[in-house]
């Protein structure tokens, strides 16, 4: 029979707050987008058809942050019935799959939909908030809803997915089952990989990424047709024996694996035959073998006696595994879905390891080569599997510091988030059976504020019940089965109070004597163009001692020869043991080494619990690292020099100041360049100087570029880079500048949060240039001085361009002028060919023949060595630019900066021009390229030294005001600060702008 009772949702009257927002109409539910940092995650925790549901049914209004990458479109979202807002702050309700950056996480009580009291109502947050195993790196979020007692404010409650269960313990919202898919599919292309090292190729090859298909069905129909059909027609490779696939597990994770693997042809096989299949030369190859090893296969008591499920769930340390002897060494590929606890036997430590790989060998080539850990226990069931992998980089090489030489290492695929390559199918799962939860949590709120009375069944009972099972936290204190928690929080807390805590000098506890506390300790990685400002910042702090490395220890001698808190040592990066070591000694490390060693320093920062600052972009592989450092509780600070890195500072000020005066900003444009001073810059090739990475600005001139101007979404594809410039820039009064695309604008909407794109009518980065180097840069691509995968090998400079051109060709060139002169018109059709000659007869690479077209020449004799080897024509060019058009003593540089922004009032849609602009000059003592980089490193170290910015993983400067803030206003009081103005215009656009769309023929 129904039950009628009244359920009641505790809400507290809080002290009145001056809230700006009138009541809210309805109660609201708020779908957040993931953290942008997490590229991979696309889920999404309830579907369209779900809020159409919400909307229409339960009579609530629904919110959606907008997200390019998740797998439903907002617009989707918003046909279903919710509506797009930025922040979610009027939301009841608040529901994601992941834990939100905590910068982002909004507690504070909510006006009540209802009238009468209370005014305001708690907030709910649902998510995998990975914090209920008391994670250090999470215990901040888990601050954020516990309050002390003498607070007026009602924190939010917090509800944990993995918590909702039913009576019987088991879980009713999760992703295992999708897990158990990806999984499968992601370990048999790493199984692929194994086994082309060991030079052989197999139908794996073709096994079907999961998240470069739109949809399960597509999946299974390409495994069946493409690996499948070739293991049936065409048999697995005898080299290695029959497949024998080995998967252990229970649960919803197995279930998944093993319903995509009978999609091939699969022989189910016993434990007991393992031996005789993988022995009998008769064996049938045109099939795989598949083996479920349940506990009661591998599992044995210290004494010999048998498996026993109830006696090894109540005494676990009687047993110990017998995986290596029984099973692994018969396997080609394990699949593991068993879960793990630190009181539970392992299914295979170290040691047995060893002994499952002796065996390995013994049996046969190609024997446990692969290991697929899809449960994902770091350390845990599989002792050797030492971290997670990520979808970007899914396998890796592992073995235990134990495993004897003479053994091979083990292929590991170990991705944490599996779920999410399957995002289409995992998400109207999990939103199917989050469904009822949300219906009684609505439910629940109405009753609680007097709105209504629920009749209760067993079914709704049981939400009920599973509902305050989840909850972690309420009304601002730990819920009782989670009260334990305090001693992780107690610990996060200490940690953060000593890192705050003043570093000068401490009373002694009892003697009443001063102890001076230990000095703070920065590692600088390098010693190149820029690391000198940021040296000499770093020494002028009196708490502070600095450890210069680099390969080039004069150089480093020099940079520190003046301070006394700092010393140098000689480092080879790739003597990683000696690297660590020193990563280990510091509070901070700051990477001034070429972009591609920064992953290789952060992992030794992630490993020895430093953080780290960088000035380069975040680039895939440091992204990656974003869910390992979080779980170190290491923060990882990128994009902190010039450009990127200022230019970021800035940005964030200006829309800061915007968003403060309740303005929409429509346009957004950015210039940025390290140019010579004009006095250096004339009669110069190029009119450019390099105080940086000669191959870096080479490089830059191959990319493809995307923005959006004027409504107009454009791409400018990397060979027209060049040649669709922007010329004449309105930008100084003095100089002549014109501009180049910067790759892909489009992200940075996310990165400055401008809200939807279709919201924006203009998205632009660029890089200044004098006037000419656009067209100049342009025809030394065209002949091939830019090549990446040509290799040539010039005895002379001045034969250089002739094999260039011969090796593009493909064909010999005769070493005439007419014919030289003919290959350039062939490669320059319409060019002015005389411009590109005099130009590389001013770099000295003009070929004889060709110099009597020019007037001026120039000797070999102020050239580099021409290098020894082959090498490509983009290398051998960057060598040659480097020597002749470096800065000479007594030249200067000059950096450009300058941010336009057009923003609307959003009453009268009048529009105003924002502009931030910085102007910087090399002084004697330092080029301006190398202040402007080198001092926001610094300065952003100190600020994370200072314990100023709490989040953790990978990050850029807008993590936290007290970055961006912080550089700018340290910048200033150093001399480097910007200009700002503020103008209206009455028609429509930005000076800027506009210029661009005039320069595209775009019409307004």
Not at 121 to 130: D, Y
Not at 769 to 781: A, C, I, P
Not at 790 to 810: C, M
Not at 922 to 940: D, E, F, I, K, N
Request: with cysteine; glycine share 8%.
């Amino acid at each position: 029979m129904t039950v009628l009772r009244r359920t009641r949702l505790t809400l507290h009257r809080v002290a009145r707050r001056a809230y700006h927002a009138s009541r809210p109409k309805k109660l609201t539910i708020g779908i957040r987008r993931e953290d942008p940092q997490r590229i991979w995650e696309r889920r999404c925790p309830v579907s369209p058809e779900a809020v159409a549901k919400l909307v229409q049914t339960e009579d609530v209004d629904v919110l959606v942050q907008d997200c390019e990458r998740r797998v439903w479109s907002s617009k989707e979202f918003v046909e279903a019935g919710a509506r797009v807002h930025p922040t979610l702050s009027p939301t009841h309700i608040t529901i994601g799959i992941k834990e939100p950056p905590v910068h982002e996480m909004l507690v504070d009580p909510v006006p009540s939909p209802y009238n009468g009291p209370p005014e305001l109502l708690p907030r709910t947050h649902l998510m995998f908030s990975h914090t209920t195993k008391g994670q250090l790196y999470n215990m901040e979020l888990l601050s954020k809803f516990l309050v002390s007692k003498d607070a007026t404010n009602l924190p939010a409650r917090l509800i944990d997915y993995e918590l909702l269960t039913g009576e019987d313990g088991k879980r009713t919202v999760g992703f295992g089952w999708f897990a158990g898919v990806a999984g499968a599919l992601e370990s048999l292309s790493a199984l692929a990989h194994a086994l082309l090292e060991l030079g052989v190729a197999s139908p794996f090859l073709y096994t079907p990424r999961p998240h470069n298909l739109p949809n399960l069905e597509s999946i299974i129909s390409t495994l069946r047709e493409r690996v499948g059909l070739a293991i049936s027609s065409n048999q697995t490779p005898k080299g290695v024996g029959p497949i024998v696939i080995g998967v252990t597990g229970t649960g919803k994770v197995s279930e998944g694996v093993l319903d995509l693997l009978k999609h091939l042809p699969i022989c189910k096989v016993g434990v007991e035959e393992l031996p005789t299949l993988v022995s009998d030369p008769n064996t049938r190859l045109d099939q795989i073998y598949l083996v479920h090893a349940l506990p009661q296969d591998y599992f044995i008591r210290r004494g010999g006696e048998p498996y026993d499920r109830s006696h090894y769930y109540a005494n676990p340390s009687d047993y110990k595994s017998e995986f290596h002897l029984k099973v692994a060494p018969y396997l080609t590929l394990l699949m593991n879905g068993a879960g793990w606890a630190p009181s539970f036997p392992r299914l295979m430590t170290n040691e047995q390891l060893a002994n499952a790989l002796e065996r390995a060998r013994q049996v046969g080539r190609g024997r446990f080569i692969c290991v697929g850990d899809i449960s994902c226990d770091v350390e845990g069931g599989l002792e050797y599997m030492p971290r997670p992998s990520t979808l970007s980089l899914p396998s890796y090489k592992t073995r235990p510091p134990s495993l004897p030489a003479h053994l091979p290492s083990i292929t590991m695929m170990s991705v944490d988030i599996l779920p999410t390559a399957l995002p289409l199918e995992a998400s109207k799962h999990f939103s199917s059976v989050l469904y009822p939860y949300l219906r009684t949590l609505i439910r629940q709120y109405r009753a609680g504020a007097g709105q209504l009375t629920i009749p209760v069944d067993a079914e709704e009972e049981a939400r009920l019940s599973s509902l305050g099972r989840a909850t972690v936290a309420q009304n601002g204190v730990l819920t009782e089965p989670h009260k334990w928690l305090e001693g992780p929080l107690s610990t996060w807390r200490q940690s953060i109070a000593k890192t705050s805590s003043d570093s000068a000098h401490v009373s002694a506890a009892n003697s009443g004597t001063l102890v001076t506390e230990r000095k703070k300790k920065v590692l600088v990685l390098g010693s190149g163009m820029v690391a000198g400002p940021a040296i000499d910042e770093i020494c002028s702090w009196k708490d502070t001692e600095l450890v210069v490395a680099s390969n080039i220890l004069h150089e480093a001698q020099r940079l520190t020869s003046s301070h006394s808190n700092a010393k140098s040592v000689a480092l080879d990066v790739n003597d990683l043991d000696k690297v660590g070591a020193l990563v280990s000694e510091a509070d901070v490390v700051i990477s001034l080494l070429p972009v591609p060693f920064h992953p290789r320093i952060a992992e030794l920062c992630i490993k020895h619990g430093k953080h780290m600052v960088t000035a380069s972009y975040i680039s895939p592989a440091m992204k990656s690292l974003h869910e390992r450092a979080t779980d170190s509780s290491v923060l990882l600070l990128n994009e902190i020099g010039l450009d990127p890195g200022i230019d970021h500072c800035s940005a964030f000020s200006l829309f800061n100041g915007l968003r403060e005066a309740k303005k929409r900003v429509v346009s957004f444009t950015s210039f940025c360049g390290g140019l010579p001073a004009p006095e250096n810059a004339e009669g110069v090739p190029l009119k450019y100087k390099f105080s940086w990475s000669p191959k870096g600005v080479l490089s830059a001139a191959l990319n493809s570029a995307r923005f959006k101007l004027w409504d107009q979404v454009q791409e400018i594809p990397g060979r027209d880079l060049l040649k669709e410039r922007f010329p004449n820039l309105p930008i100084s009064d003095v100089l002549k500048l014109e501009g180049i695309a910067n790759r892909d604008s489009l992200p940075y909407r996310e990165t400055y949060d401008l809200g939807p794109l279709d919201g924006i009518r203009t998205l632009f980065r660029g890089t200044l240039r004098y006037e000419g180097f656009s067209r100049l840069m342009h025809l030394f691509k065209s002949i091939g001085l830019l090549d990446t995968e040509l290799k040539v090998h010039p005895e002379h400079w001045s034969s250089f361009i002739q094999e260039t051109i011969q090796a593009r060709l493909g064909s010999p060139l005769p070493n005439d002028t007419a014919s030289l002169q003919s290959a350039l018109n062939d490669l320059l059709p319409g060019e002015d060919t005389q411009y590109l000659l005099d130009a590389c007869s001013s770099l000295g690479i003009l070929p004889p023949a060709l110099r009597p077209l020019v007037t001026e020449q120039v000797g070999e004799s102020d050239l580099p060595a021409v290098p020894s080897q082959p090498s490509t024509p983009i290398e051998l060019f960057a060598a040659l630019l480097a020597h002749r058009l470096r800065y000479l003593p007594g030249e200067r540089d000059l950096v450009v900066l300058s941010h336009e922004v057009v923003a609307q009032e959003p009453s009268t849609g009048e529009e105003s021009i924002h502009t931030s602009s910085l102007v910087a000059y090399g002084t004697p003592q330092a080029s301006a390229m190398a202040r402007t980089v080198g001092l926001p490193v610094a300065l952003a170290a100190r600020i994370v030294l200072d314990g100023k910015v709490s989040a953790r993983g990978v990050w850029g400067p807008g993590v936290d005001r007290a970055v961006w803030k912080g550089v700018l206003t340290g910048l200033e009081q150093r001399g480097i600060g910007f200009k700002e103005s503020v103008s209206r215009q009455r028609r429509v656009g930005g000076i800027v702008e506009t210029s661009l769309r005039d320069a595209r023929r775009i019409s307004a």
